[in-house]
């Protein structure tokens, strides 16, 4: 199975200030990575994919950026909607292995 | 409006099988786009995938879970099933049920997931 090592697994952070939050695969995945975030007691939702990709419908705020075995989710401003966990997921071989989850919480 | 909703036992014992369904409203289970999936929450942890089936009844089964898990359709009812034998407390965790398909650069998005019950095992 290709790990996914996600940090950190949490962090605490005011509004406005940016936030980043990295993926590192055991494998190379090439760009076969989405982001989702969840907030608490609701499914996930997924804000990015293709690695760079950006969901029809989520704020521009959010980026993502890598390939390979490298990936970095980006919130440029931290809005208070934002503060939830956060989810990588590789796709590029079965099994589909997820993250290990960065909450965001608030300063 | 697509919803998926999960129902079953909310506590199971060890040794038993926790059995799971999800009735599928607003889409069409027989739909040659989408493929229907489990994936579950083990208590503050991250997300782990069960694996998923397709209309057609092809499925896929995570290795870790394979000897032990099932997944299967009803066509008829909208709705497809989860079961997972031998369950130990390590099985104690929040289980969705969730629907995936291909975007047009054929990238998986899961578009629509159930609440997730807490499914809990424990004597």
């Known amino acids: 199975d290709i790990q996914m090592t996600q940090s950190p697994s949490s962090l605490s952070a005011s509004v406005g200030d940016r936030v980043t939050i990295t993926c590192r695969a055991s494998?190379?995945?090439?760009?076969?990575l989405g982001w989702y975030q969840q907030k608490p007691g609701k499914a996930p939702k997924r804000l990015i994919y293709?690695?760079?990709s950006l969901q029809s419908g989520v704020p521009s705020r959010f980026s993502g950026s890598g390939s390979g075995t490298d990936f970095t989710l980006t919130i440029s401003s931290l809005q208070p909607e934002d503060f939830a966990t956060y989810y990588c997921?590789?796709?590029?071989?079965?099994?589909?292995?997820f993250g290990q989850g960065t909450k965001v919480e608030i300063k | 409006q697509v919803q998926l909703q999960e129902s079953g036992p909310g506590l199971v014992k060890p040794s038993q099988t926790l059995s799971l369904t999800c009735t599928v409203s607003g889409a069409s289970i027989s739909s040659a786009r989408d493929y229907w999936s489990w994936i579950r929450q083990h208590p503050g942890k991250g997300l782990e995938w069960i694996g998923y089936i397709y209309y057609s009844g092809s499925t896929y089964y995570n290795p870790s879970l394979d000897s032990r898990v099932t997944i299967s359709v009803d066509t008829s009812k909208n709705q497809f099933s989860l079961k997972l034998n031998s369950v130990t407390a390590a099985d104690t965790a929040v289980y969705y049920c969730?629907?995936?398909?291909?975007?047009?650069?054929?990238?998986?998005?899961?578009?629509?997931w159930g609440q997730g019950p807490l499914v809990t095992v424990s004597s």
């Open positions: 494998q190379g995945i090439r760009n076969d």
């Open positions: 997921l590789q796709h590029n071989s079965y099994p589909w292995t």
């Open positions: 969730a629907r995936f398909n291909f975007d047009s650069r054929g990238y998986p998005n899961f578009d629509y």
């Open positions: 293709a690695a760079s």
